[in-house]
């Protein structure tokens, strides 16, 4: 089973429709991330959280919320979709100590688009 | 200026061939640097660290130049499997902490053709 999952993996939605995409590991991180990628412009953060009370916002949270609803799971909702709101969205975790806490993992990816 | 910068490509050689990928970051306080590997429509995955000495894993060789704030991926014997997009990857520090926020580059694709 993949250590980090994402639900769903495609998905179509309209304009002005509230969209949330959900986030499950299960490789004990605290910290989790939403990256969103649009072609040519790499990865941009989203959202970060170190722990279950800690959110931060990334570059680009406009328009964007998330929650976090324990260590395990990390959702991202669109309140409002619109069309530039368009990409592949990644979660991804990593570990908070040791050598390699800044290797992250990174789910399998939600292709969003908005009509 | 993007914070990490790479030449996007595409580079197209034979199999065999040597290439080597260059990426520039703006942020002198940076902490660790990574390549990640993406191919198409999946998520990236770490490919390996680059650490200030250099350091070579099988076919990979990394190299870090922080005075030119300058990171390199040289890629030796290349396969058709290596075909993919390589991303330079950067933790910048903030306050004097590290909080693991990574910082990608655009990509450099790369395709090995027989």
């Known amino acids: 089973d993949a250590d980090v999952t994402q639900t769903p993996r495609n998905r179509i939605t309209k304009t002005g429709k509230r969209i949330m995409l959900e986030c499950s590991q299960t490789k004990g991180h605290d910290r989790m991330y939403w990256y969103r990628q649009d072609p040519g412009l790499g990865l941009q953060l989203i959202y970060y959280?170190?722990?279950?009370?800690?959110?931060n916002k990334g570059e680009i949270s406009d328009g964007y919320s998330v929650s976090r609803q324990a260590q395990a799971k990390f959702s991202l909702s669109l309140e409002s979709a619109i069309p530039n709101q368009t990409a592949l969205y990644f979660c991804?975790?990593?570990?908070?100590?040791?050598?390699?806490?800044?290797?992250?993992?990174f789910g399998p990816g939600t292709r969003l688009t908005v009509l | 200026r993007k914070e990490v910068e790479q030449d996007p490509g595409p580079f197209n050689v034979p199999e065999g061939a040597t290439v080597a990928f260059n990426c520039t970051y703006s942020?002198?306080?940076?902490?660790?640097f990574f390549w990640y590997r993406q191919d198409c429509r999946k998520e990236p995955k770490l490919l390996m660290s680059v650490y200030s000495s250099g350091n070579e894993d099988g076919r990979f060789t990394a190299q870090l130049n922080r005075a030119s704030q300058y990171i390199s991926l040289l890629i030796r014997d290349s396969k058709l499997s290596d075909s993919a997009t390589y991303l330079c990857?950067?933790?910048?520090?903030?306050?004097?902490?590290?909080?693991?926020?990574?910082?990608f580059g655009q990509g450099t694709i790369l395709t090995v053709h027989p």
């Open positions: 991804a975790t990593s570990g908070s100590g040791g050598p390699s806490y800044n290797e992250q993992f």
């Open positions: 959280s170190f722990d279950v009370k800690d959110i």
């Open positions: 990857v950067v933790n910048f520090v903030a306050g004097g902490t590290s909080y693991g926020k990574l910082t």
């Open positions: 942020n002198s306080a940076s902490q660790s």
